[in-house]
C-alpha cells in the first residue's frame, strides 16, 4: 500500500519533493496487563509506517536531489511516558532513526528532522481532554498555561520544509509549551499515594546531584504527623541524577 501510493504520486506530479509522516495511535498500555497485539499495533504504526514511507520516497528525493522528511515524534520519545511505554518507545525509536537516516540522505541534499509535540488538542487526546478535571491540571503542568493546536505543530512542520531550514539536519523541534522540561506530575497524581511518593519529595527537597544508587524508605510515613511534615508545599528546585535534570514548578505539587 505504501509502495503503491508513493507511486500514484510520483506518476502525476513526477517528483515527491516532502513527506511528512504523521500517522500515529496512542492508547493506554500499563506493563505488565499490554498485550503483545497493542505493543505491535502501536509500534506498526508509529514506527514501522514511517519507516516505510521514508525507505519508499528515499529513492526518488536521491534522484532528484531535493527532499525534505519531517517526522512527527513526541516528548513522550524525549522523556517517557507512564502507562504508554509503547507510545514512548515508538517515538523515542522515530527519533533516533531520523538521526540516523539524516546523516545518510544528506549528501543528497534531503533533510530530515522530527518534531515533537507535547499535548496536542485532536481527536487522539479528545477523550481525555474532555474531562474539565484531568485539562486543567495538563495545562498547569505546561509553562505556557495551554494545550497546543494542531496549527501550532503545522508551522514547525512548515518551517522544517521550508528552505529557512536548509541547514538543519537530524534536529527534533520541540512543540510543548515547554511541557518537556517538567516533572510529570499528571501521571503521579492518578496513579500513586502520597506515601509512595516520599522519595520524590525527598530528591526535590534535598540537593540529590551526586545521589546515583541512593534509597528512600517509603515505609516510614506512617505516622500521621510526619506524613504531614513530609507533604509540605516544595519550593522551586532542580532535580539531577545521573545527568539528568527534571525542572518542576513553583506552584505547589499535587499528588
Known sequence: KVRNAVDAVLERFKRIDILVNNAGVWKRGEIGKMSEAQWDETLDVNLKGTFLFCNAVAPAMKKQMWGRIVNIASTAGQRGEAFYSHYAASKGAVIAFTKSIAVELAPHNINANCVAPGWVDTDMTANLLQK??????????????????????????????????????GATINVNGGGVLMLQRFYFSLSFTPESLYFVRFFLQHDCSHSEGARCDTTTSSSPARRSTRSRSLKTSTLSISSTTIFRHTTPPVY
Open 132 to 169: 474539565r478535571s484531568e485539562r486543567r491540571e495538563i495545562e498547569r503542568i505546561i509553562p505556557r498555561g495551554k494545550i497546543a493546536t494542531a496549527e501550532n505543530i503545522a508551522g514547525a512542520v512548515l518551517f522544517l520544509a521550508s528552505d529557512l531550514a536548509d541547514h538543519i539536519v
